[in-house]
């Protein structure tokens, strides 16, 4: 008789050892995913399309919106969104709730941060949006997209509140969004992966670091006159960023014109219907693909908001 404590189920002959690391398997036995940057070839988005959860508003500052947009219309500009992701050449996906979400699901960028290894799933500040995440988590497990870590405790963190510095570097930002519990656990997680977090406070009357701080290329910056720190302009400039400021505020405060996601190198989705913030990024070489979000805005986001983005080049 075959000596058990020899069959491979214990480690004997036939026993096949898991050598490779998470980030190895990523796009064999999980989906390709994956970020270290904000700024090169963009291949793969998460979005919601906005639906029933935008019927029966009859307040919007209880669902956290400026105004109640109309369903069709926000509806149509989505869809122009996402063509114009498809064209680019970026895999779009969508969450697919299993009930009738909260009425911010859109947003998904503040769901979650992706890594080189897979997503850290956020954990919203207002109770309006409490358990968005759960149908993130289902998308993404459909996906085969691993979950590294769910911030958890009292801890806060929205991903539009984090953006890549380098490969070996983030940024968080710590307001009213994000608290610091949930930025030391997104660090303590990524610091195990050989990634230096730095903290940097957000202004009041800042939603996001997202809505203050973009970036278009490896050393090119745009940022938001009075909403950036003197700490979060110096690590721009010790990371080799040049910073330019856009130069109208009134785009950027009513249109969210500095709320766009980059599909490569110098080359933007952006907001149309602001020529002011254009016409400053063409100066500065950006290429501009513009969709109209009018109707977006109302509900207090851009399109960076609604794009989760799930990997780059």
Known sequence: MKDRSKASPYGGEGWSPREKSLKEEIGTIWSSCGVNNEWTRLRKVLLHYPGIELTGISDPDKVQMIEIPFIEIIAEQH??????????????????????????LMFVADLLFVTPEGVILSRPASSVRAGEERFVAEKLSKLGIPILRIVRGTGTFEGADAAWLNPDTIMIGVGFRTNKEGAEQVSSLLNEMGVESITVELPPGSMHLMGNLRFADHNLAICR????????????????????????????????SMNFVTLGPKKILTADGNPKTQAFYEDLGLECHLVDISEVTKAAGGIGCLTGVLERE
Not at 92 to 99: A, G, I, L, N, Q
Not at 241 to 255: G, Q, R, V
Request: glycine letters at 6%.
């Open 225 to 256: 006159h009075g909403h950036l720190s003197d700490k979060t302009l110096e690590v721009l400039y010790e990371h080799g960023f040049s910073t330019h400021f856009a130069p109208d505020e009134s785009e950027i405060a009513l249109a969210l």
């Open 79 to 104: 869809d122009e969104m996402a063509e114009a992701y498809r064209n680019a050449g970026v895999i779009v996906s969508y969450v697919e709730p299993s009930e009738k979400p909260p009425p911010n």
